[in-house]
C-alpha cells in the first residue's frame, strides 16, 4: 500500500476537485480548485480523470514522507519544491521511492501549489464532490491535519516521466488582468464609475480567501443601493457600500445583496486566486463571445492533445 504521510500541512491544505454541481439551492457551496489551469494540468500530467481530488495548498509550507513508491504532479506557484532535500521542478511528474521527504517551502511570489498523485486521492465524498468547503463542516470533510494519510486511488498504475512545457503554463509573473464581463446590473452604474472601475489598478486586500477576494485603489463614488439578495456564483464583482470590488470566488455564499457590474471567467478568477496580498491588478471590460471562446479552445486543447511516445513533449492530435 503506498500513500503519502502528511508531516506538515502548511497554512492550510484541502482536498479539491472541479467543484460540486446543483446544490447551491440547498446553501451549498461550489467549492473546487481555486486555479483552474494548475489543477488541469496536475491530472493532465498523471492521465488522471478531468474531475480527479487532488490537493491544494495554500502559501506552501507543506511536508509529507511517501510509503511505497508513488507517483506525482507539482503545478502552481513558483517555489522551492524539493526531494530528500535536493531541489524539483514543478510542473512535472515525480516519482517517489518509499522514504522519500517531499518538502514544498513557503511561496513569496504567488498562492497556490497543487499536488495530483496518480489515479487521484482517495477521499470523503459529499454531495457528488471530494471538495472541502472548512466553513460547510461536512462529514468528512475538513483541512489536512499533520498524520493524515494521501491515498491513491490508483497506487500501481505509471506513466512516463512528463512535463509541461513552458508556453502551456499559465504566466503568474505577468501584469493581471481581469476581465469583466458586463451584467444585467452594469447599466445601474453610473459612467464614470464603469470607467474608474477599468481605468484603476487595485491591490489584493488582506481579507481574501476562498471565498473572496477584497481589491483595495479608488473607490467608486456612486454605487447603487443595495438590492434584494439574489443568486450569486464564481466570479461575480461586488460593490459594497465603501465602493470597493470583492471578486467572489469558489467558496463564495450562494445569495447576496450588494450590486455586481458584472463576472470575471473563472480562468481569470484562477489567475486572481494566485495573487498574494498587495499584488497589482485590473479590471478590462470584455464581451461573453470572446470569453467563452477562449474556454472552448482551452477545452479543446485539454482533449485533443497527447503525449509523444518520449513523454517529454506535447502534441496536438
Excluded at 44 to 53: E, I, S
Excluded at 217 to 239: K, N, Y
Aim: glycine share 10%.
Amino acid at each position: 500500500m503506498s500513500f503519502l504521510e502528511v508531516v506538515r500541512p502548511g497554512v492550510q491544505s484541502t482536498i479539491q476537485d472541479s467543484g460540486r454541481r446543483g446544490y447551491r439551492h440547498h446553501g451549498l457551496a461550489a467549492g473546487g480548485a481555486l486555479d483552474l489551469i494548475s489543477y488541469t494540468w496536475a491530472n493532465k500530467l498523471l492521465d488522471n480523470p478531468r474531475n480527479a481530488a487532488c490537493l491544494e495548498i495554500v502559501l506552501g509550507g507543506f511536508r509529507a514522507i511517501a510509503h511505497g513508491a508513488l507517483q506525482v504532479a507539482l503545478t502552481g506557484a513558483r517555489t522551492r519544491v524539493t526531494v530528500n532535500r535536493q531541489t524539483v521542478d514543478l510542473w512535472q511528474t515525480l516519482n517517489l521511492n518509499d522514504g522519500d521527504e517531499l518538502t514544498i517551502d513557503h511561496s513569496t511570489h504567488h498562492r497556490l501549489v497543487y499536488l495530483a498523485v496518480v489515479g487521484g486521492l482517495d477521499a470523503p465524498e459529499q454531495f457528488g464532490s471530494h471538495s472541502v468547503v472548512v466553513r460547510e463542516k461536512l462529514e468528512g470533510q475538513g483541512p489536512v491535519q499533520a498524520g493524515d494519510r494521501l491515498m491513491p486511488l490508483q497506487p500501481k498504475r505509471q506513466v512516463p516521466e512528463r512535463k509541461v512545457p513552458d508556453h502551456q503554463r499559465p504566466d503568474l509573473d505577468a501584469e493581471t488582468v481581469i476581465r469583466l464581463i458586463p451584467g444585467y446590473q452594469y447599466p445601474q452604474f453610473q459612467r464614470a464609475d464603469i470607467i474608474r472601475l477599468t481605468t484603476s489598478r487595485y491591490t489584493v486586500g488582506d481579507q481574501s480567501d476562498r471565498m473572496g477576494f477584497r481589491l483595495q485603489g479608488t473607490p467608486l463614488s456612486s454605487p447603487p443601493p443595495g438590492i434584494i439578495s439574489e443568486g450569486i456564483a464564481l466570479g461575480a464583482v461586488q460593490i459594497p457600500g465603501d465602493g470597493q470590488p470583492i471578486v467572489l470566488l469558489n467558496d463564495c455564499q450562494t445569495i447576496g445583496g450588494y450590486p455586481k457590474p458584472g463576472v470575471v471567467p473563472a480562468v481569470d478568477c484562477g489567475l486572481l486566486a494566485q495573487q498574494l496580498p498587495g499584488a497589482s491588478v485590473r479590471f478590462e471590460l470584455c464581451d461573453l463571445a470572446t470569453v467563452q471562446n477562449q474556454r472552448r479552445l482551452f477545452e479543446l486543447h485539454y482533449q485533443h492533445t497527447r503525449w509523444c511516445q518520449t513523454g517529454q513533449e506535447l502534441e496536438w492530435l
